[in-house]
Every structure is written in C-alpha cells, then in structure tokens.
C-alpha cells in the first residue's frame, strides 16, 4: 500500500541553523513527491516537486529536496532558517495516473530566535 | 487573481446534522479535490471532481457526497455528522483532471473549512 512517513513530530531549531525534515515513502512505482507548508489558518502551500530527472530538487523559500530511490526518503532541507519558517510541514506522494495525493502526518517546525 | 476559496470559514454542527461546504476554485481550473484534516494528522483525500464527474473517491462512508456546478465551483455534503467528522476540510484545484502523461497535475489548496461537531 501507498504510505508516506514523517518520523518527526516536532522540531525545534534555532534561526539560522541548518534543517532537515525527513520523509519516507512506500510505493511500488517511481513516485511524484511533494513537499508542502502549512502556516495556522492557511492552506497548504507547495514547496516543491519531484517527478523525474535530477534527484536535487530546488525549491521557493530557500528549500530544497533530495530524492534518494535506495533509501526511499525524500528529505527537505534549508541551509538557513528563519523565524517565518516556522509552519506545518507536509510530505506528500502523488498517485500515479490520478491527482490524488497521500500526505504523511506532518513535522512541526518551532524557529527560536 | 483570487486563490481558491471556501466557505464559511468555521462551522459548529451538532451530531446528526447535516453540513454543505463550498469551493471556488481558481479562475480558469476545471478540476476540484476535496481534503479532511483532522487534528495532527495529514489531509486524507474525499474526493476529485473533473468537468462535474467524480474522477475519484477516497476510503470515506456514503455520509459524504460532493457535486461540481458548471462553473466548476463544488460542494462537499456530509450527513448524519459524527463528532469524528470535525476537521479541517480542505479543497484543492488544478488546471485539468486526472493525469498528464501519467503525473498528477499541481493542487492549489484553500485555507479551508473547520468544521467542530459537538
């Protein structure tokens, strides 16, 4: 079955540390991959997308992703964070030939100034 | 341009009831998805309409039912309200339905409807 895991609850890093969220997935064919933020009372934003081709995915606000098919992971990352990271964030696996998505249950980012 | 939208914004329903959410999807979209969220957990997919047929439907009770209007607006109904039902119900749109030579097409996503059952 189709599954998305997000190991991490809640993180907590200071503003200007580095970041890694991590998510892994389970599906039996190449997977279309999205990450996504989710700010209180907003709607889910997209990040970024992986479907094919350079495994590094760059996306808006500074992140980015990297697709790793031996580890299944799909990890976010960000070099620098800042205090309007701070969010609900949410790996997603899109279902081949549909547009539905699966989203893991979501990591909880605190930035402390 | 005016991102998707949902009304209303929060809901308190009773056990029993019934609920009508409403979206309005980005101008020029043609395929609506509906989302429940429930608290501490990731959005479970409802359902995908396309050109106002039902292009998908998720693992949820015949409690729920949704529609799209010819302007692609959509409405999600949901009977007999449970007090697992209160979530945050979300709706998405995308340019087309289904797939684009097999990827799924970018989802816009609403703030969403909260919807308490007491």
């Known amino acids: 079955a189709q599954s998305v895991t997000q190991p991490d609850i809640h993180i907590t890093v200071s503003e200007g540390a580095s970041l890694e969220l991590r998510c892994n997935y389970s599906?039996?064919?190449?997977?279309?991959l999205f990450w996504y933020v989710q700010s209180p009372g907003q709607g889910l934003q997209l990040l970024l997308k992986y479907f094919s081709g350079d495994t590094l995915v760059q996306g808006i606000k500074g992140f980015e992703a990297e697709f790793k098919r031996s580890q299944s992971s799909f990890n976010l990352r960000k070099p620098s964070v800042h205090w309007s990271d701070a969010a609900e964030y949410f790996c997603a696996v899109g279902v081949r030939l549909s547009d539905k998505l699966i989203f893991g249950t979501g990591t909880r980012l605190q930035v402390f100034p | 341009d005016a991102g998707v939208t949902q009304s209303p914004t929060h809901l308190i329903k009773t056990r029993g009831q019934h609920v009508t959410l409403r979206c309005s999807p980005i101008?020029?979209?043609?395929?609506v998805s509906w989302y429940q969220q429930v608290l501490g957990q990731g959005p479970q997919f409802i359902f995908q309409y396309y050109e106002k047929e039902e292009r998908g439907r998720g693992n949820f009770p015949d409690r729920f039912s949704a529609r799209q209007f010819p302007n692609y607006s959509s409405e999600l109904n949901v009977n007999a309200l449970l007090l697992g039902d209160s979530a945050l119900y979300l709706c998405?749109?995308?340019?087309?339905?289904?797939?684009?030579?097999?990827?799924?097409?970018?989802?816009?996503f609403g703030p969403g409807t909260r919807l308490t059952v007491t």
């Open positions: 599906y039996g064919a190449t997977p279309y």
């Open positions: 101008s020029g979209h043609k395929s």
């Open positions: 998405a749109s995308s340019l087309e339905g289904g797939s684009l030579r097999g990827r799924p097409h970018e989802q816009y």
